[in-house]
Nanobody
Framework: QVDLVESGGKLVQPKESLRLSCMFS????????MGWYRQSPGKQREMVAQ???????YYGDSVKGRFTISRDNGEKMSYLQMNDLQPEDTGVYYC?????????WGQGTQVTVSS
């Protein structure tokens, strides 16, 4: 059993930065592909960033160049560094862990970008 707990979401102003954290409770973290997804008001959940077990990364088009995903296998953590935040980045950010056919989701953390 795996539990994912996100933290770090809050209200920020446009152009500010924020780092989200995802704590993974369970075994074999290094074999999981980790991801961050977000659900904005009135929109479907979308992939923001993914980092697979060999550290290769993928990003959604709207965040490329602004967001950076990372992982710490020793601490069993995943991070999402978000720079130059814009109002359209507002949403609930969810941590995701996938290994084969097994997938887990966190409860989400709210990020609001507003002046």
């Amino acid at each position: 059993q795996v539990d994912l707990v996100e933290s770090g979401g809050k209200l920020v102003q446009p152009k500010e930065s924020l780092r989200l954290s995802c704590m993974f409770s369970g075994d074999l973290f290094r074999f999981y592909n980790m991801g961050w997804y977000r659900q904005s008001p009135g929109k479907q959940r979308e992939m923001v960033a993914q980092i697979i077990s060999n550290y290769r990364t993928y990003y959604g088009d709207s965040v490329k160049g602004r967001f950076t995903i990372s992982r710490d296998n020793g601490e069993k953590m995943s991070y999402l560094q978000m720079n130059d935040l814009q109002p359209e980045d507002t949403g609930v950010y969810y941590c995701n862990a996938v290994s084969g056919a097994t997938e887990y989701w966190g409860q989400g953390t709210q990020v609001t970008v507003s002046s």
